[in-house]
Structures are given as C-alpha cells and as structure tokens.
C-alpha cells in the first residue's frame, strides 16, 4: 500500500508556471506507474499525464503536450508535474495517483489516491 500526497498548488495568472509533487509513503514507491488527474467544478475527473516505474514512457493528454512535464525521483519517492503556459482552463483540482499496473491511462486504472491540490488560474 502507498499513500500519496500533493502539494504546489496555488494561484497564478494565465501564462505563469507552478510545479506540483507528489510524495509518497513507504518503500515500495519505485513498483508503482504513477500518474496525474485533474477535476474541474462540475466536471468529470480527467487524465493529465502518466509515468512509469522508472521514470519513462510519459504519456500526456493532448489538452496539456508542449506545456506539462511529468517526471519522478525513486530516491525521493516524489513524482512532480510542472506545468508552463498556464491557462485559464487549467483551473481544477490536481490528483495524483498510483498503479500497479506498467502505466496507466484510465481513472479505473490506479489502485491508491491522493486527497488533490488546487490549482487556479486567473485570466
């Protein structure tokens, strides 16, 4: 079992950058893909980005390519999104999560959740 929890978020003007983090307990951190969601007002919780176990195959929404970077650091069980070119529609709650699985795309994929950071972005 892993328990994960978010941090980075905050409020920034369209345009402007934030990193978030995702640290993670224990020491099994490394068996886990991990991977970032995102939940607007009103909306369903979507899929970001995701990584695998050692830091590789990123694979990214299309809303987010060419301004989000996912990455992670085994040796400080902390995955971390940066986000540039922020934009109004960036605005929502930020989850990170975490899959047994090699990577994983889909909310029904990840087994263990954080409890989500704000993120809001002004126009």
């Known amino acids: 079992q892993v328990q994960l929890v978010e941090s980075g978020g905050g409020l920034v003007q369209a345009g402007g950058s934030l990193r978030l983090s995702c640290a993670a307990s224990?020491?099994?951190?490394?068996?886990?893909?991990m991977g970032w969601f995102r939940q607007a007002p009103g909306k369903e919780r979507e899929f970001v980005a995701a990584?695998?176990?050692?830091?590789?195959?990123?694979n990214y929404a299309d809303s987010v390519k060419g301004r989000f970077t996912i990455s992670r650091d085994n040796a400080k069980n902390t995955m971390y999104l940066q986000m540039n070119s922020l934009k109004f529609e960036d605005t929502a709650v930020y989850y990170c999560?975490?899959?047994?699985?090699?990577?994983?795309?889909?909310?029904?994929?990840?087994?263990?959740w954080g409890q989500g950071t704000q993120v809001t972005v002004s126009s």
């Open positions: 224990g020491r099994t951190f490394s068996t886990y893909a």
């Open positions: 990584i695998d176990r050692s830091g590789g195959r990123p």
């Open positions: 999560a975490a899959t047994r699985r090699q990577i994983g795309l889909r909310r029904w994929e990840y087994d263990y």
